[in-house]
């Protein structure tokens, strides 16, 4: 769904580099342009190491697809990856984001099986939030024609994951349960639908209430992520669940084996609880990372558990397991052509919007996917904008994020 | 194959109770008998904790039959019982033994499925090392016409393991690739016979170099224990295997999470590094737990890795899962009749030689399956004998075993 009603926000701000001096919707984007607009991370930190800035127009290396972007997907990996709380983080600047539909411009030498004008989805190892983007053809899937950008967009991280965690990872069978920590995101989602496919799956959700109410008929049992949803759920199943799914980590990690099944299986498949505040700690996140509590193989031995993580992007671009991915891919298009899946998109942004977008997903008010509609004009700022000028590479922090409001509407300063 | 040749012991002795005071393959064992033969495991340690004695017969429970034990299994777990080294041992005096072969003697109430005479397979929860055995009816699985008793005992844990460990554990599929430890011994030739009813699956097999020439055929690679198997199997494989059997924790662990593939399943199915000697010492066990590395679920996430402990026993009478157990059961028994697989026998012993026998299997000396025949009369006495007259209970602790003698033949004292 589109941001409306309640998901405007009351105060904005572009983010325009000042360099630049023109409007965002003014920029040129036709094919023979040598610039394009791109979001910039100038150094790891807080919101304000974001800008919108031109960059050069990308062109294709051998093997390779230009695409021009029509929409972008935001994940929680993003705000890690701003904050430099991942393994090995790039060097600053960087273009963030790793995923994007659009519409193929060019084609590299030696690139077979698209064509200019292809309606694509795509993985990219950095650089998907900009106008255009460069990718091996290995990282494209050509979209359905029913499917739109955002969707596209939205569609491709989330639901490969979730289906490579319950099927290749896990190996979701009939009459089996799960459990999903953050059953309205967007991997939460996908999670859902993709249960549903499988003969009498149970699913229990966890999610923040006021998400209750837009996602109860997508699970099995929703609870409240502020209760002890350990024991609710050993209420309706007392010998606990076959499949944890855990994006949170932290002391998530022990509840997920407690809740496990004999042979069942918990998979950590993000870290979000690491994402301490709004700027880049690290000693908040060592301290984290040395809290996670770490696994004796003999008591998984004894109990009869498996523990797994799984990283779709360390798959792709570290792994090199595309061909495997394709083939998920492949399949998931089918779910998709015979509508038993579909991707929840939760909000458009503009790019100059990333931030207030990423305070959103940080605050965890999002049902579904955010999305970065690159074609989208920002909301007009208010009267009482406090217009960023921050230069790249400075080092001022802004204030921590209020821990209090995690379900607030997306709201910045 | 049974005992022979160089497998004959130069040296053994009886542990015939004192108190009997009759030659075994004298005492009575109609249906009516008041009395069986029986090991006994008197007190936690060394060899010198085990005899044979008579015990009361017992009478089946409802839902429970009555077997007359032909063969009993003998695994490595038995030692580390022995040695009171496993999560709540049982309090001793107490009858050893988890899995055996025989003939339904009788049926207690309530149990169906079955019929006196009717030749089975069981597990049992302690208590097969006897000449008859009561079990619940859930635990017991009848035999192929074909099969001989020796090889049914040798049948049901192992290939159930190795089963629930490639298939429901790991997902074994076309073209993947095994790294077994202990690649020799019962579970690792079940392991490799169960990988070639895969199309196109490597088996990496790991063994002490007298057992290759035995083994070589039935894995794909065969590597010495004792030399840098990590660097050999990168050698063939360089980006690792899919699938990690590991039986003897410590500083395996950390190696085989090495060798896994992205996506690949390390399973701990065993810790029989913490067998340190021949006599119970809780500190060095005490000490090898704390010295298994331990995980960091982070880790996992990072590099797309599945770790898994299996341990049947705790699935069957644990964890309630014996429907599951029957299902695998099933297809083993199919795959046994189309003559896929077959379980590979290393010896058959007298009750009475128990001791020679978990000698053998603690020097890692078997390939295949260690057997204890119920009907076997013992080996004759040499003129060296060292008779054991130790009683239940007392403290005496023998010499630790030899830790440069792995590859002997079986040998006590």
């Given amino acids: 769904m589109a941001k409306e009603g309640p998901d405007m926000m009351e105060e904005t701000e572009f983010m325009i580099d000042t360099n630049v001096g023109k409007e965002p919707e003014n920029v040129e984007s036709s094919g023979d342009a040598k610039e394009m607009r791109a979001v910039i991370l100038s150094g790891f930190g807080g919101l304000n190491k974001l800008r919108v800035a031109k960059k050069a127009m990308p062109e294709p290396q051998g093997g390779?697809?230009?695409?021009?972007?029509?929409?972008?997907?935001?994940?929680?990996?993003?705000?890690?990856?701003?904050?430099?709380?991942?393994?090995?983080?790039?060097?600053?600047?960087?273009?963030?984001?790793?995923?994007?539909?659009?519409?193929?411009?060019s084609v590299g030498e030696n690139t077979t099986g698209f064509e200019i004008g292809d309606r694509v989805m795509a993985f990219v190892n950095y650089n998907a939030w900009a106008e255009v983007?460069?990718?091996?053809?290995?990282?494209?899937?050509?979209?359905?024609?029913?499917?739109?950008?955002?969707?596209?967009?939205?569609?491709?991280?989330?639901?490969?994951?979730?289906?490579?965690?319950?099927?290749?990872?896990?190996?979701?069978?009939?009459?089996?349960?799960?459990?999903?920590?953050?059953a309205g995101g967007g991997v939460g989602q996908a999670v859902a639908q993709l249960c549903s496919t499988v003969p009498n799956v149970t699913v229990f959700g966890i999610a923040s209430c006021f998400k209750h109410a837009a996602i109860r008929d997508s699970v099995t049992h929703l609870f409240d992520r502020n209760v002890d949803y350990i024991?609710?759920?050993?209420?309706?199943?007392?010998?606990?669940?076959?499949?944890?799914?855990?994006?949170?980590?932290?002391?998530?990690?022990?509840?997920?084996l407690t809740l496990l099944r004999p042979l069942g299986t918990y998979i950590l498949y993000?870290?979000?609880?690491?994402?301490?505040?709004?700027?880049?700690?690290?000693?908040?996140?060592?301290?984290?990372?040395?809290?996670?509590?770490?696994?004796?193989?003999?008591?998984?031995?004894e109990e009869n558990k498996v523990i797994a993580g799984f990283s779709l992007l360390n798959l792709l671009f570290k792994h090199g397991k595309c061909s495997l991915v394709k083939l998920v891919m492949d399949k998931l298009l089918c779910l998709y052509d015979q509508k038993k899946i579909k991707p929840v998109v939760d909000s458009l942004w503009a790019l100059e919007e990333v931030k207030e977008a990423m305070q959103r997903i940080h605050d965890r008010g999002n049902i579904g996917k955010l999305i970065l509609d690159v074609?989208?004009?920002?909301?007009?700022?208010?009267?009482?904008?406090?217009?960023?000028?921050?230069?790249?590479?400075?080092?001022?922090?802004?204030?921590?994020?209020d821990n209090d409001s995690k379900e607030r509407m997306p709201f910045i300063h």
Same sequence: chains 1, 2.
């Fill in 231 to 256: 024991q609710e759920v050993k209420k309706i199943s007392p010998d606990g669940v076959d499949i944890v799914l855990d994006c949170l980590c932290g002391e998530n990690t022990g509840k997920g």
């Fill in 375 to 401: 074609e989208k004009s920002p909301t007009p700022l208010m009267a009482s904008d406090s217009t960023e000028t921050s230069e790249a590479g400075e080092e001022e922090e802004e204030p921590e994020g």
């Fill in 133 to 182: 983007v460069c990718t091996p053809v290995d990282f494209v899937y050509k979209m359905p024609e029913e499917m739109s950008f955002a969707e596209a967009a939205a569609f491709s991280l989330n639901f490969v994951a979730a289906y490579m965690m319950l099927f290749e990872v896990a190996n979701l069978r009939e009459g089996m349960s799960v459990l999903v920590q953050s």
């Fill in 64 to 105: 390779e697809l230009k695409i021009r972007v029509k929409a972008c997907g935001l994940n929680f990996l993003d705000l890690m990856v701003r904050q430099g709380t991942i393994d090995n983080p790039p060097k600053p600047p960087v273009v963030p984001g790793f995923e994007c539909s659009g519409i193929v411009e």
């Fill in 270 to 301: 993000g870290a979000s609880n690491m994402v301490t505040g709004d700027t880049k700690s690290f000693f908040s996140f060592a301290k984290s990372w040395w809290q996670v509590e770490k696994v004796n193989p003999i008591k998984l031995y």
